[in-house]
């Protein structure tokens, strides 16, 4: 809570960072207000807050154990995932970065189940103070040491065929990777009123491992308990008596509208509005 402050904090003294976020929000809400009436800037306050709390949450992950992660996340849907589990089948799960992006990806590890996380890869221009940089390097290091297996992204994706095969969960981003370099591939859809590319790697890996395609979303709490919420959605239905260009076709039909209802509903928890600009996420 002290670290999403000093982010809202940051906010309000980068005059020039939120002025372009704020107009990238203007992108997805011409009206100048979300769905629930908060402004822009309002919106821009808690990005920045989600931004500090994602940059800066590695220091609580080895607070984050098998008996305290209640504290820290809670859950809706999580059943879900457990049912498609118990059938002994690995689950593909796929992701915005939202929220402290690795949360939900440690408390899995945590649980006890078996989680691949595909990392590496950059889409998003994003420059950092000294102190980010920083920041941003002892994080990695923490997220090194998660109870949870990093696959890097440059590399091929057929050993995670064999890791759903063993019933892993395989966590992939639904958005992009963050800084410079695209990786995989991705359609052209409509997300947030603009044309933006969507990853199918999750699509494909669903359907060439025969495992169930779930979503993710993390986002702040409004109410009592753990700051944070996660969400795991319904399987992402498809139909995989058509072709391969078909299935990857309709999976970015379904993953485009799904990502733009959640971050239509939790704008301020999103960690990519720096980069929803034309030559970054979008075309």
Sequence with gaps: ????????SAALAAHRKRREVEQNLLRAFPEGHDAAGRTLGSIAQDAFAAHFANQYIGASFARCTSSTWPEYL???GLDILQDHLRDGRGVVLTHPHMGPAQLPTHVLGCMGMDVVQIGGGRVTEVTLSETGEW????RLE????????????????RPLLRRL???????????????GEELGRRLIRQVLGQHMGIPVGAVWLALNSGAPLLTLHCYRNPGDGPLYMAEIGTEIPLDRDQGT???????????????????????GDWLFWDGFTEGALLP
């Design 135 to 138: 920041a941003r390097q002892q």
């Design 142 to 157: 923490r997220e090194r040491r998660m109870p949870v297996e990093i696959h890097d992204g440059a590399r091929f994706l």
């Design 165 to 179: 095969s063993q019933g892993a969960v395989v966590m992939t981003a639904a958005d992009g990777t963050g800084g």
């Design 74 to 76: 809670g859950w809706r």
């Design 1 to 8: 809570r002290v670290v999403r402050l000093a982010g809202r």
């Design 245 to 267: 260009t078909d299935v990857l076709e309709d999976g970015a039909d379904h993953l485009a509208s799904w990502l733009d209802k959640v971050l239509r509903a939790h704008p």
